[in-house]
């Protein structure tokens, strides 16, 4: 592919520049020599990307891209569509990964006869990874000799990163470009998908043989192939995803997954086993019409009216009922069961109506009365899409001949556990290692190893206020067999107690005592003094402090401290995103760092100390790191909390506020001014978390005491 018939958007331009997006509509008018579009719309131009490096280089905005941003933008750019290219890539990474040898001597070959030797080596690696009637078609033609600088390229990127990090990128990129033509299922949330199921795997009358993990796994709704991925130890793996390109990607993404053609295990997923993907609609053809699987994992379509209810009526999978036009969701369940051998488990997400609806009562009774559906777990709002609502994981057991009925029904609510930290929903905020901790420990101790097994669990341990309990399934057969967790626990104690609201109004008084003797003192009013500004980008050009961005990605060994913890003034709460790129390091919190805000418009910074230390930076923040011989951090988090400053510093041209931390000012003072304005700004500090102390406090007490009253715990005198 000629180089310059790469193209680049402005949301690539940024990114290439490390820059927002309004950044580059600025370069747009106030510079006549920037590159002139070569495409896309009016709304949505792109440019040439080698004018656009060559801009950026000029103006000093950019040293290099990096090699991965090269092969992304080839990728994005490609004639064929994003999608083919990611999939000829994929397909030249299972091949650099399991024969090297073969694909370096066919890159020494001019481009032209490289495409023209290509297919018969792609073709060989596919079948033997993926079987001879796969869903990933083998590269050829024009459209490889169009894609073979992007594979070149793609390879480069291999010998840096490994084949799987290198095409995770490229997947995750496109994914994150197109989020509203996928339905993804957040990492977090599959692993504890697989755990839940390998759990019941090791419990009584889980799979016969299963040890450490499911053997056969099947994922009837595959999708991006994130629930399979998640699957750990040696598995076989099957999938079936209705649209054909998503199909191949996932094919790809579990092939490059697994563990090399030396038989050495990847760092996490499944080791090498045989993995099958078929394209198709599952309800109505489908692939594994005879597979009995250990396990079975699903993030099924929600509110689907056309899923084939009229032609599947008969249909013999409808073994507990026949599912409502708008019941799909119940369909899902009962594939699932029926694609399960005895005693296998089935872990789907569900959206909460399905669990009350009148129209699936039915259902859920047989259900229930046939001992299928073991446990509701409720997740916190914005575990998945849509992020706006409490989802719900579903587990079953395919019951066995034989056995009695299991008598309860496992209800968790993870949103209200103890171990989620306050306010910790909404997407980018769920503490993922308290929903986990929460949900497996419920689940093991219903599964209890001394359980018979007849299918009976002890469910004693199980039973938490407010967190999770064991109902008997008698209590769950009235007329609307609502499963709703909420609905069947019992609330905890008002406020911990009589006793423990005593201790939250002791300590809610030292706080207010504590408030009034850090109260500001009136000042005496005088005149403005002229002073001279700078400004953050000023700063920063200089090398007096350092500006970053955050992203939220790490190695997982540290939290990472999110827009909520800063406006909240708590602990940081969140877990990483991602895994940043093998050049960078994660973006890690030093103490006398200041953070912002970037979206919202409001006055908010925080100045990091010991105990915040150490945590990764979250998106949506700026790290300002000042050089402590020329600034001071308690000085410059003062002045950047002006009401006026960042009113000038804010843009207000989308719905969202966005604070550009470079236009920010400060004044030049020296070193022993600034601390004497700093130790002022220190004491405020100290007072704003007193009272947003007091008031959690306040509303803790004040709820307890409606709760206490309302349940007869606390006396009215």
Avoid at 162 to 184: C, I, K, S
Avoid at 341 to 352: D, K, Q
Avoid at 467 to 474: D, E, K, L, Q, Y
Wanted: proline share 9%; glycine share 10%.
């Amino acid at each position: 592919m000629p180089e310059n018939s790469t193209e680049v958007t402005a949301a690539g331009i940024a990114r290439l520049a490390g820059v927002g997006r309004a950044a580059v509509s600025n370069w747009r008018r106030r510079h006549a020599d920037f590159p002139r579009p070569v495409g896309g719309t009016d709304t949505s131009p792109s440019f040439s990307l080698p004018e656009v490096e060559r801009w950026l280089r000029d103006q000093g905005k950019l040293a290099e891209v990096p090699l991965r941003e090269r092969v992304w933008q080839r990728l994005a750019g490609h004639p064929a569509g994003a999608v083919t290219a990611l999939i000829h890539a994929g397909c030249a990474l299972l091949l650099v990964r399991d024969r090297p040898t073969a694909w370096l001597e066919i890159t020494a070959v001019s481009d032209a006869r490289m495409a023209e030797i290509l297919p018969v080596a792609l073709d060989e690696v596919l079948t033997a990874r993926l079987g001879a009637a796969r869903v990933v078609p083998t590269p050829a033609g024009p459209d490889l000799l169009t894609s073979v600088p992007l594979l070149r390229a793609t390879a480069e990127l291999a010998a840096e990163t490994g084949a799987r990090r290198a095409f995770e990128f490229l997947v995750d990129r496109q994914l994150d470009a197109n989020p509203r033509q996928y339905t993804l299922t957040p990492p977090d949330l599959a692993a504890l998908m697989a755990a839940l199921a390998e759990q019941d795997a090791r419990q009584p009358g889980g799979p016969a043989g299963a040890q450490a993990a499911a053997r056969t796994v099947l994922d009837p709704a595959a999708g991006t192939g994130a629930l399979l991925r998640a699957v750990g130890g040696p598995a076989t793996l099957y999938g079936q995803e209705a649209d054909a390109d998503l199909a191949a990607l996932t094919a790809l993404r579990l092939a490059l997954h697994s563990e090399n053609a030396s038989g050495t295990p990847s760092s996490s997923g499944a080791a090498r086993g045989t993995i099958t993907v078929r394209t198709g609609d599952t309800l109505r053809a489908d692939a594994f019409p005879q597979l009995a699987a250990d396990a079975v994992l699903c993030h099924p379509p929600f509110n689907e009216r056309n899923w084939g209810h009229e032609e599947l009526a008969y249909d013999p999978r409808w073994e507990y009922g026949f599912p409502a036009r708008t019941e799909s969701e119940l369909a899902w369940v009962q594939h699932a069961l029926s694609r399960l051998r005895e005693g296998g488990t089935a872990v789907l997400l569900m959206p909460p109506a399905a669990a009350s609806r009148r129209s699936g009562r039915r259902i859920r009774a047989d259900l229930l009365r046939r001992g299928a559906l073991r446990a509701v777990i409720a997740l916190p709002a914005g575990a998945a899409p849509p992020y706006g609502i409490p989802l719900h994981l579903w587990v079953l057991r395919k019951p066995g001949t034989g056995r009695r009925p299991a008598p309860e029904l496992l209800v968790v609510d993870t949103a209200e556990s103890p171990e989620t930290a306050p306010g910790a929903v909404g997407r980018d905020r769920i503490d993922w290692p308290a929903v986990r901790t929460t949900a497996l420990g419920a689940w093991t101790a219903f599964c209890h190893p001394g359980a018979p097994d007849d299918g009976q669990t002890a469910h004693a341990p199980a039973d938490r206020p407010g967190v999770s309990r064991a109902v008997p399934v008698i209590e769950l057969l009235d007329d609307d067999v609502d499963l709703a967790p909420a609905r069947h626990l019992p609330p905890p104690a008002a406020g911990g107690g009589a006793a423990e609201l005593g201790r939250v109004a002791g300590r809610l008084d030292e706080t207010l005592k504590l408030a009034a003797r850090l109260a500001p003192e009136p000042a005496a009013p005088r005149e403005p003094s002229g002073r001279t500004l700078t400004t953050v980008g000023e700063l920063a050009r200089s090398g007096v402090l350092r500006l970053r961005t955050g992203s939220g990605t790490g190695d997982g060994r540290a939290p990472v401290l999110t827009e909520h913890d800063v406006l909240t003034g708590t602990a940081p709460s969140g877990t990483p995103s991602g895994t940043p790129a093998p050049e960078e390091e994660p973006l890690l919190l030093e103490p006398g760092d200041v953070v912002v805000p970037v979206l919202g418009g409001g006055t908010v910074t925080r100045v990091v100390d010991d105990a915040t230390a150490g945590a990764v930076l979250g998106r949506n923040l700026q790290l300002l790191r000042p050089d402590p011989a020329a600034l001071d951090s308690w000085f410059l988090a003062g002045f950047l909390r002006g009401t006026a400053n960042n009113r000038q510093a804010s843009s207000y041209a989308s719905t969202a506020t966005r604070l550009d931390a470079r236009r920010l000012q400060l004044p030049r003072l020296p070193l022993a001014e600034q601390r004497g304005y700093g130790e002022r700004f220190r004491e405020l500090a100290a007072f704003e978390d007193a009272l947003r102390t007091a008031g959690r406090l306040g509303g803790q007490l004040l709820q307890g005491m409606y709760d206490g009253l309302t349940d007869g715990t606390v006396a009215p005198e």
